[in-house]
């Protein structure tokens, strides 16, 4: 069974702090693995990443991926209140299917 | 449409009558997609159309639920008989193709309430 686990499960941080969010997986037929932002019902997507060692950034935020230790780290510098949201992690594998984690609750104090 | 639209919003209903949940995809996506978010729980998988191709429905849970896409559109998920744990958020997502690397939109969601 496809497997997706984020840690930590819930994160507080004051603004400013650099905050640092982990996606480990098991799965068959890996394709790529995605990133998601979810402040109220829908997630909105951040990145996708199919290679290793190679780091999307999207101003503040950036991610990276490690096929070899079946993990990404997705990084939030500069926090902002603005970026308190659940984060979540996806793996996509055959058939296009995306397996979820349970995501990242992250809070931003101001 | 700009976007993945769904509906109701929201539903209440009482435990044991069959719910209809609607998506809307954005149009010319070939691909849609159901998930489930329980409270605290991450998004789970129930069911993916591809164009004409036979539905992927390993994700459903139960035989009480069922999807169709008519017209290689809008798409229905139905579950009959409900129960309280069906109670979710129920995420309809679509993409340009199901096959290659695109990026999935998800629709603001139908929030279930089984009472």
């Known amino acids: 069974e496809d497997k997706v686990v984020q840690s930590p499960l819930s994160l507080v941080v004051h603004e400013g702090d650099t905050v640092t969010l982990n996606c480990s997986y098991e799965?068959?037929?890996?394709?790529?693995l995605l990133w998601y932002k979810q402040e109220k019902k829908a997630p909105t997507f951040l990145f996708m990443l199919?290679?290793?060692?190679i780091e999307k950034k999207s101003g503040r935020l950036s991610s990276i991926l490690d096929k070899k230790e079946l993990f990404s780290i997705l990084n939030i510098t500069a926090t902002q209140t603005g970026d308190s949201a659940v984060y979540l992690c996806?793996?996509?594998?055959?058939?296009?299917?995306?397996?979820f984690g349970e995501g990242t609750q992250l809070t931003v104090n101001p | 449409g700009a976007g993945v639209s769904q509906s109701p919003s929201n539903k209440v209903t009482e435990k044991g009558k069959d719910v209809e949940l609607r998506c809307d995809p954005i149009?010319?996506?070939?691909?849609l997609y159901w998930y489930r978010q329980s409270l605290g729980q991450g998004l789970e998988f129930l069911i993916y159309?591809?164009?004409?191709?036979?539905?992927?429905k390993s994700g459903l849970p139960s035989d009480r639920f069922s999807a169709e896409r008519t017209g290689g559109s809008v798409s229905t998920l139905t579950i009959q008989r409900t129960q309280q744990e069906d109670s979710a958020v129920y995420l309809c997502?679509?993409?340009?193709?199901?096959?290659?690397?695109?990026?999935?939109?998800f629709g603001p969601g139908t929030r279930l309430t089984v009472t």
């Open positions: 997502a679509s993409s340009a193709s199901g096959t290659a690397a695109y990026e999935q939109y």
């Open positions: 799965v068959t037929n890996f394709r790529s």
């Open positions: 199919t290679s290793s060692g």
């Open positions: 996806a793996v996509r594998t055959s058939g296009s299917r995306l397996t």
């Open positions: 149009s010319g996506h070939t691909a």
């Open positions: 159309f591809q164009g004409n191709s036979a539905p992927d």
